[in-house]
């Protein structure tokens, strides 16, 4: 059995809560001889902050490049509002995302039936939804460069971001999509703003040429981000792959994930290139939810989201989709029994603690 | 009486049908010596296109300058999907936006008690929502430099758009919203991405600046736009007024109209500054929807949001309040005496046709 390298990474807020139980799984998994899990521990965002002084120190960085895959927690909080720019948490997460060259970010947004209900949306608008957003996550906006604040004099300041894209960044990110279109219902939506932005021009085209190259049995739509949006609101389950760029995928991601009503359910994969020496990839795998500073601590976080994700590191990075597939539904029959963290909790449920609720759903594996 | 000059600029799709039921009205109220409106009609977008291969002609730009007010349709359509970028349609709306210096766009989204039903959303969550975007609109990605698509060699193309804002562009901003919630609730939340742009640091300082020197009566919250626009879609009533960036503003004013279900009803105002020396603004008018090509011409265009937007007209830039509360008083009798037009059409309600709202709400004034 081959052995596999895990950083777990829990940061700051929930961030640790919940990898509680994702530890607890892999003990499990290395104990019952189902696989052979090495891990290793490291901080990032505001935790290293307050050890190091930097959102990740040098020397997590160099583990996190060695481990097959990067388990990560959560990062922020208003206890480093005011630290400097360049060292807040989330200078971490931007880090590792780009020094590991993870471009492909996958955000499944599923409706949980059993928790239908706690969306702000109506039932039939929602039940069964099962989306995925592929999210650029090394260019645009976040990383272009100038990045800058400059004192212009009398009380001025003037900010700039850029936003960057090459071809290669919009292609590769493009195929990850149509490969991911063609193991689901064959239809990818993409995303830009071509009316107003050069990078949603050049978006556009490359996507189309893509297509058109090399997936032509896959329906290629294309929807100004803004509309998007509104469509992904009034009726989402029109949808099935939706590619966009950065920054439109972090608003987008995050609106789709809320439309569920099952945020903290919500696991997601960030993917590098597949080394063709190795056919490994570069792999970090995070829930879509945030540290949630203000329940941390308490044993109210919902771990689901985060064990989801260590679900898509079976899938994604060893090849254990079998694995994945007992887990996805150790969740749902925990669910299905009535088991409740305090964020879904509803009526004739039975609420639970986060290690009872990782404990359940270990027990049904 | 004093005369006031409007330039209607119908546009493409729509627009046009829209805006008759507007001249309709503006019709009316001269004839009736309620007000008196000198209007000329221009072109701009796609329509502007066909006639001089421009997206707005000098002399059409020069008439809105000339104007107290201009009345926009819509633009765009796929029949101008291949025309060069420089006179797409939206070019038109962006230059008469930039060259008028209309900064300040505000975007109302309120859900009509009629109509509730038609949203997405649960009838609780949206039941009597009434809040108002206030987006930047002639800064940030829209129009700074360098905006451009360079080939790189090889097949390979590179895009660059520059998000730019200054001081004094997030000053006047805050300062609208600021005004505007003293007439409200006293409460504004300022959305940006700080924790991954300068010009989100840039803006959280700038408001939080203008608030302590100008606004302690207010209360001002601060949110992430990615975080804002769950919080939207979750329980979009704990917000009052939203302050934001052009583009942020675009996706949140676009997700927030469509929560309403009342897409085809809601008007959007676009103001520059006060003169000093006339006390007069310029100002654009225009309604939230876009040019729905699809349904152009055959007389299913819902007019409300256009006819709405003219309301705002007649309250922002002619001082005529009472007779704009007049106006939103016809429309909300009109839509609970049971007529709607195809959009908005649900069992046990007429349908009717543009025209025939147009008149129906002309009747009740
Ligand atoms: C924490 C933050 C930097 C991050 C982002 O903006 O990408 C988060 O919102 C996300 O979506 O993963
Ligand atoms: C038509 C387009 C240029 C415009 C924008 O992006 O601002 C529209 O979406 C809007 O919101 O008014």
């Known amino acids: 059995m081959a052995t596999h390298k895990l950083l777990l990474l829990p940061g700051d807020g929930i961030g640790p809560e919940v990898m509680g139980e994702v530890k607890r799984l892999i003990d499990w998994l290395n104990s019952a001889g189902i696989a052979r899990f090495e891990t290793d521990t490291g901080l ?5 902050y307050d050890a190091h002084k930097v959102s990740i120190s040098e020397g997590d960085m160099a583990k996190a490049k060695d481990a097959d895959a990067v388990i990560f927690g959560a990062v922020g909080g208003p206890k480093w509002d ?25 955000r499944p947004a599923v409706c949980y039936p059993a928790l239908a209900d706690a969306s702000s949306l109506k039932r039939d608008a929602i039940e069964g939804l099962d989306i995925v957003i592929v999210r650029e996550l090394t260019g645009g906006v976040y990383f272009g ?11 001025q300041k003037r900010a700039i971001d850029t936003q960057v894209y090459d071809t290669y960044e919009i292609e590769r990110i493009g195929r ?3 490969e ?13 703003k071509r009316n107003v932005m050069k990078s949603g021009v050049l978006w556009n085209e490359v996507m189309t040429q893509v297509h058109k190259r090399e997936y032509l049995d896959v329906t290629l739509e294309h929807q100004l981000a803004d509309s998007g949006g509104m469509m992904l609101v009034k009726w989402p ?28 359910m919500l696991p997601s994969a960030s993917l590098g290139e597949v080394d063709v020496k190795s056919k490994k990839r570069k792999a970090l795998y995070e829930p879509v ?25 079976l ?46 759903i270990l027990k049904e594996l």
Chains 1, 2 share one sequence.
């Open 180 to 192: 991911l279109a063609r193991k689901r219902k064959n239809k990818v939506t993409s995303m830009e």
């Open 82 to 106: 005011a630290v400097p720019y360049e060292v807040r948490p989330e200078a971490g997460l931007l880090r590792l995302r780009k020094d590991l060259a993870l471009f492909a970010n996958l």
């Open 44 to 48: 990032v965002g505001g935790s290293a």
């Open 176 to 178: 990850v999509a149509f």
């Open 289 to 313: 939810h945030g540290s949630a500073p203000d329940i941390a601590g308490k044993g109210l976080a919902n771990p689901i989201a985060m064990i989801s994700s260590f679900g898509m590191a």
């Open 145 to 155: 460069e100038p990045k800058t604040i400059t004192d212009l004099g009398n009380g």
């Open 315 to 360: 899938r994604y990075s060893f090849d254990m989709g079998d694995l994945a597939d007992k887990v996805d539904a150790a969740i749902a029959a925990v669910l299905a029994s009535g088991l409740r963290t305090a964020d879904i909790k509803s009526e004739g449920t039975t609420a639970v603690s986060t290690t009872q609720m990782g404990e359940a």
């Open 237 to 264: 389950k029109q949808f099935d792959v939706i590619v966009t760029d950065n920054l439109f995928g972090d608003m987008l991601s995050d609106i789709a994930a809320m439309l569920t009503g099952s945020l903290g």
